[in-house]
């Protein structure tokens, strides 16, 4: 499992930093974040979730089935849009509201 960090669509917030509990994400010289240390990452996926620009991809692991598919999600005030996308780009959607998500 590993965070990849798209440098073209990263729009230069800093919320990924910010709420990496392992402070693994920097900015670099051109205000993008990069993942400092990738092998250190936890899979917690809080970058993901804070990412408004949908640049922060979560590839999952063979061990969990994963073969080259990936978690990426649509941040909006309501509702968080997880993708999973499959290497033949096939598209999975799970709808969670932020509002109901920690009722429990």
Do not use: F
């Amino acid at each position: 499992m590993s965070i990849k960090i798209d440098p073209d669509k990263c729009i230069s917030c800093g919320r990924c930093s910010n709420v990496c509990p392992g402070n693994l994400i920097e900015l670099n010289g051109a205000g993008k974040a990069v993942m400092k240390y990738p092998a250190e990452c936890w899979g917690c996926t809080a970058c993901l979730k804070e990412c408004p620009s949908g640049a922060v991809r979560y590839y999952l692991g063979a061990d969990i089935g994963g073969k080259g598919s990936y978690l990426c999600t649509d941040n909006n005030q309501d509702w968080i849009d997880w993708y999973i996308v499959s290497p033949d780009k096939t598209r999975h959607h799970i709808r969670i509201s932020k509002k109901e998500s920690n009722k429990y």
